[in-house]
């Protein structure tokens, strides 16, 4: 009877590691093909960006070859996914009202410049956390996968309370 009740819980535990296994493989594809295209989409963005600044492309033209960068929708660390997902927002807003017909100006393109050059410093981080740490197949990269954006929540809501702490504590004393 015990063996029967110990085999059964063993067949439990294996389905359930594989199937946790199996969903954190798909997942890493899915999440790295994601990154990927953002990727693209910004290099030419930048490209097109480049050139209007160089005065090598008229604006109407590049106004046919933006590409604006899909809904992000991945949610992997949610404290770090939230900001990635306000930052890629706030860049096609930037971009849809320069193009939507009003004037160009340098200083709008430098913004946007800069926004494709940090947005792309995040994704490519994002992609560099998949190849070398979550994304090899491995017992410690399974067990990173199930456990950074836990450990990540916790260091981020606790840098947010010292945060506010401190904040309230200054606004008292002024």
Same mark, same amino acid.
């Given at each position: 009877? +015990?063996?029967?009740?110990?085999?059964?819980?063993?067949?439990?535990?294996?389905?359930?590691?594989?199937?946790?296994?199996?969903?954190?493989?798909?997942?890493?594809?899915?999440? @790295?093909?994601?990154? %990927?295209?953002?990727?693209?989409?910004?290099?030419?963005? @930048?490209?097109?960006?480049?050139? +209007?600044?160089?005065?090598?492309?008229? +604006?109407?033209?590049?106004?046919?070859?933006?590409?604006?960068?899909?809904?992000?929708? %991945?949610?992997?660390?949610?404290?770090?996914?939230?900001? %990635?997902? !306000?930052? %890629?927002?706030?860049?096609?807003?930037?971009?849809?009202?320069?193009?939507?017909?009003? #004037?160009?100006?340098?200083?709008?393109?430098? @913004?946007?410049?800069?926004?494709?050059?940090?947005?792309?410093?995040?994704?490519?981080?994002?992609?560099?956390?998949?190849?070398?740490?979550?994304?090899?197949?491995?017992?410690?990269?399974?067990?990173?996968?199930?456990?950074?954006? +836990?450990?990540?929540?916790?260091?981020?809501? #606790?840098?947010?309370?010292?945060?506010?702490?401190? #904040?309230? !504590?200054?606004?008292?004393?002024?």
């Amino acid at each position: 009877m +015990i063996l029967a009740i110990l085999s059964g819980l063993c067949s439990l535990l294996l389905t359930l590691i594989g199937y946790f296994y199996n969903s954190w493989k798909n997942e890493i594809k899915a999440s @790295r093909a994601i990154y %990927l295209q953002y990727l693209w989409k910004l290099e030419l963005n @930048r490209t097109i960006l480049q050139q +209007i600044r160089n005065s090598h492309i008229p +604006i109407e033209l590049a106004c046919q070859q933006v590409q604006l960068l899909d809904p992000y929708t %991945l949610c992997y660390i949610p404290s770090l996914d939230n900001h %990635l997902y !306000q930052q %890629l927002l706030k860049y096609n807003i930037d971009l849809i009202v320069p193009l939507s017909g009003s #004037k160009f100006h340098i200083d709008d393109i430098d @913004r946007l410049l800069r926004q494709t050059k940090s947005i792309s410093q995040i994704i490519t981080s994002r992609i560099s956390l998949i190849d070398h740490v979550i994304g090899k197949v491995s017992p410690t990269s399974f067990l990173c996968y199930l456990s950074i954006p +836990i450990i990540i929540d916790k260091i981020v809501l #606790k840098a947010l309370s010292t945060a506010n702490y401190n #904040k309230g !504590q200054k606004c008292k004393q002024d």
